[in-house]
Nanobody
Framework: QVQLVESGGGLVQAGGSLRLSCAAS????????MGWFRQAPGKERELVAA????????YYADSVKGRFTISRDNAKNTMYLQMNSLKPEDTAVYYC??????????????????WGQGTQVTVSS
């Protein structure tokens, strides 16, 4: 029911930063859990970070803790992923995802139902 569009990907050197954005449209943004997934070639898609509908609670994969920050601006129907200290292993297609049905399980990779098309992030050594 919600359309998601990612932007902000690109090529960056190791140690650099990028900020991804995800714009949601199509219906109300209220009670909508959101998260960022990524998938590298030959690897399974993984949940990188997630945020509750209110923005009061967040989840991070161990591999990105301390480097990535997820946030959302409900007034703009937009979610962000600030990525600092990027590493080559962060290279992947990053997908925005959302769901009205995650509830308190916003950190679950099984609850998400809406998906963006993905944006490529490439980190060079």
């Amino acid at each position: 029911q919600v359309q998601l569009v990612e932007s902000g990907g690109g090529l960056v050197q190791a140690g650099g930063s990028l900020r991804l954005s995800c714009a949601a449209s199509g219906r109300t943004f209220s009670t909508y859990s959101m998260g960022w997934f990524r998938q590298a070639p030959g690897k399974e898609r993984e949940l990188v970070a997630a945020i509750s509908w209110s923005g009061d609670s967040t989840y991070y994969a161990d591999s990105v803790k301390g480097r990535f920050t997820i946030s959302r601006d409900n007034a703009k129907n937009t979610m962000y992923l600030q990525m600092n200290s990027l590493k080559p292993e962060d290279t992947a297609v990053y997908y925005c995802a959302g769901s009205y049905y995650c509830g308190t399980y916003y950190y679950s990779d099984q609850c998400y139902r809406d998906w963006g098309q993905g944006t490529q992030v490439t980190v060079s050594s």
